[in-house]
């Protein structure tokens, strides 16, 4: 008889449940979260053991390597499937979970979800960690200007370099004021210091990274987009269309069909990862709006702004860049934004780029 496993997995315990090919639970336990009392709890259908599935979650990556590690045929499964596959349960406990995931295992209804590599995860905690300081940083901005119209204060269009001296001039006779306000700024004058750090740092990844340079080529796509997607792909060879990408972050409209009546086309599905799906929004939108020569993308997307409107032209322009940046990946190919330029052009082009990164790098 074969057995498939299902784990429940929280941070401190893991419920296990093991059924055999009748369906009939031979085991429930729950033991700590570490990928050697897991494989002590299964040791003795070892040989038999079929299938161990987990959910995708936080600790996935360090379970999944540790599980493999020890020899246990260890499946991560998409959460959207998992959900859908429970949602039929009368109550939701951690033994009801792990016995579901089980019987997912049994029956082969689950689609796998793809473990990156570890430097995958790096980047990728070096990109949030650059977001988060940089949403704190304007966050405190925003309280700064927001507090100050109390007082019938407006800062207006103040630069970011300006902003210190605008606000401390404006507080100058209130003691108090100035004296939160001081506190204020030198919390933001901090953040943006750290900030600036973790932004080298991208800048010099991406410029290190020949892929990454062939990415930049594309009008609109900087550093911050280059990596975002190499390390939300990790591997191209998964998608067997590069259509599929756009799928894949969300950029798809969603569909509604049922019977010859009903077929309808939503918005987007904004299915995936999220800052993925952001950094091919804002791309798209510098494509249109601030690159000033011509390519075949950006005439393509201000025809499709003028026939529907310019919102739709930049989700249009970001899920072809997706499918674009993925051939290019795949086929190690270069981008050509305009085939009729002549070749130094495109040259000085990307050269005039690389040079303003490496300035920012410096």
């Known amino acids: 008889m074969e057995y498939f496993a299902g784990l429940d997995v929280s941070i401190e315990e893991t419920a296990i449940c093991v059924v055999g090919d ?13 990928p050697e009392l897991i494989a002590e709890a299964l040791e003795r259908f070892a040989g038999r053991l079929r299938r161990v599935g987990h959910e995708a979650g936080s600790v996935s990556p360090w379970l999944h390597a540790g599980l493999i590690e020890l020899g246990l045929p260890a499946v991560c499964l998409e959460t959207r499937h998992v959900r859908a596959a429970l949602s039929a349960q009368r109550n939701k406990t951690d033994a009801a979970d792990a016995l579901g995931i089980a019987h997912i295992m049994r029956t082969g ?9 570890e430097e995958c995860y790096r980047i990728r ?11 704190k940083f304007l966050d405190i901005e925003n309280a700064i200007r927001h507090s100050l ?18 606000v401390r001039e404006a507080v100058a006779g209130d003691a108090m004021t100035a004296g939160l306000m001081d ?26 990274d020949e892929l990454c340079r062939r990415f930049m080529a594309i009008p609109g796509v900087g550093p911050v987009t280059a990596l975002s997607f190499k390390s939300a792909i990790d591997d191209p060879t998964r998608f067997r269309r590069s259509r599929n990408v756009a799928a894949y972050f969300g950029l798809t409209s969603r569909r509604w069909q049922s ?6 086309k939503g918005r987007i599905s904004k299915a995936g990862d999220p800052d993925m799906r952001r950094a091919l929004y804002e791309a798209a939108s510098a494509m249109l709006t601030r690159f000033k020569g011509r390519d075949t993308i950006k005439t393509w997307g201000l025809k499709l702004a003028k026939t529907k409107c310019h919102a ?26 305009d085939p009729d330029a002549e070749a130094h052009e495109f040259d000085s082009a990307y050269a005039a780029k690389m040079q303003r990164l490496s300035y920012a790098r410096s």
């Open 22 to 34: 009748d369906g009939k639970v031979v085991l429930e336990t729950e033991v700590p979260t570490e």
């Open 109 to 117: 209804w689950f689609r796998q979800a793809h473990i990156k590599t």
């Open 125 to 135: 905690l070096l990109l949030v960690q650059r977001r988060n300081l940089k949403r």
């Open 149 to 166: 119209k109390v007082f019938g204060i407006r800062l207006g269009k103040v630069g970011r370099g300006s902003m210190a001296k605008a």
């Open 183 to 208: 506190c204020m700024l030198r919390a933001r004058a901090a953040l943006w210091e750290e900030y600036l750090i973790l932004h080298k740092l991208v800048t010099q990844l991406a410029m290190r």
């Open 259 to 264: 019977g010859s009546s009903i077929d309808v």
């Open 312 to 337: 739709k032209a930049r989700v249009a322009v970001a899920r072809k860049l997706a499918i674009v940046m993925h051939a290019m990946w795949r086929d190690g190919t270069f981008y050509v934004g």
